[in-house]
Every structure is written in C-alpha cells, then in structure tokens.
C-alpha cells in the first residue's frame, strides 16, 4: 500500500495549477518558461534533470514536486537505483546544511552572551 494515490495527487496538482493558469496566465506561463530554459541547453538530458529535481523537491519538501517530476523521470528511463542515489545528494546536502546553519547558530547564540556579558560589567 502506497502513502498517497500519487497518480491521483499528481491530476490534483496539475488541475490546480491549469485553475491557477486561467486566473493568472502570465504567471503559469513565466513558470513554464523556467522549465525549459535549462532544456534549451541541452547540457543534460532529461532523466538527469528529473533526478535533480526529485533530489531539490526533497529538499523542498514539495508533495506536488515529487509526483509531478517522479512520473516525468520514469519515463525518461530513470530507474530505482538511480533514484536512491539522487536522494542520497538531496539526505546529504540537508544533513550538511543542518550543519551549517548549526555553526550559525552557534555564532547568533555567542552573539548574544557577549552582549550580554558587556552589558553586566
């Protein structure tokens, strides 16, 4: 048993946008723009920029971002093993930002005991 009906999520998503689209035209036209501009390079094929959207929608937390790009990278031949390594990227990157963003806390947190410390002598 699956978590969602992805297939079903994925319509809902793409009719939302379409209602979107007749409210704002110019605004789901802009998106689409932005789609294929990296198309346009011919860089990287299409499983590849599928991965690397399904690696980024993780990082996003994005339910619609993963069943729209999961079914776009099954059909441009992207297979399990290929998935897992792409989502191993997005665990890392998350995992490392959590680091980074630690490091700055850690500096906010020493930031205000020096403050702090100032101000009682």
Not at 34 to 60: C, F, P, Y
Not at 62 to 76: F, L, P, R, S
Request: with cysteine; proline share 1%; hydrophobic share 40%.
């Amino acid at each position: 048993m699956h978590m969602m009906e992805w297939d079903t999520y994925r319509q809902q998503v793409l009719s939302g946008v379409g209602g979107i689209g007749k409210l704002s035209p110019d605004t789901v036209k802009g998106y689409g723009q932005l789609g294929q501009a990296g198309n346009n390079t011919n860089q990287l094929d299409g499983k590849i920029r599928e991965l690397i959207a399904l690696a980024v929608s993780v990082s996003l937390r994005c339910d619609g971002c993963i069943a729209v790009h999961t079914d776009a990278a099954y059909k441009h031949g992207a297979n399990r093993a290929e998935l897992a390594e792409a989502l191993g990227v997005a665990i890392s990157v998350n995992a490392g930002a959590a680091l980074v963003y630690s490091t700055r806390t850690m500096d906010a947190f020493s930031a205000v005991e020096e403050k702090n410390t100032a101000t009682k002598v």
